[in-house]
């Protein structure tokens, strides 16, 4: 059982930088592939990032390409995720998940989860 925790959520002007955090509980938390996701108000909750279990590849969804960065910390059981130059559309709750194997990008697959943390972008 791994249990993760976000923060680092808040409300940002457009435009603005945050920089989310997820710690998790686990001591092999190096055996696990991460990911973030996000779920706004009426919508599915939808893939933003993943990263393998060595932080050796990362993987975006096309909306985020180029603003936002995922990294880890095996040493303390940390995942990160820099958002810069953020938009309206990026306000969601955001969630860290883990499951073994390959960083996947659907959230199904995913077997851990946070309790998300609120971003809200204003204009």
């Known amino acids: 059982q791994v249990h993760l925790v976000e923060s680092g959520g808040g409300l940002v002007q457009a435009g603005g930088s945050l920089r989310l955090s997820c710690v998790a509980s686990?001591?092999?938390?190096?055996?696990?592939?991460l990911g973030w996701f996000r779920q706004a108000p009426g919508k599915e909750r939808e893939f933003v990032t993943s990263?393998?279990?060595?932080?050796?590849?990362?993987y975006y969804a096309d909306s985020v390409k180029g603003r936002f960065t995922i990294s880890r910390d095996n040493a303390e059981n940390t995942l990160y995720l820099q958002m810069n130059t953020l938009k309206p559309e990026d306000t969601a709750v955001y969630f860290c998940?883990?499951?073994?194997?390959?960083?996947?990008?659907?959230?199904?697959?995913?077997?851990?989860w946070g309790q998300g943390t609120q971003v809200t972008v204003s204009t």
């Open positions: 998940a883990a499951r073994w194997g390959l960083a996947l990008k659907t959230p199904n697959s995913y077997t851990y």
């Open positions: 686990e001591d092999t938390f190096d055996k696990y592939a």
């Open positions: 990263i393998s279990i060595n932080g050796g590849m990362a």
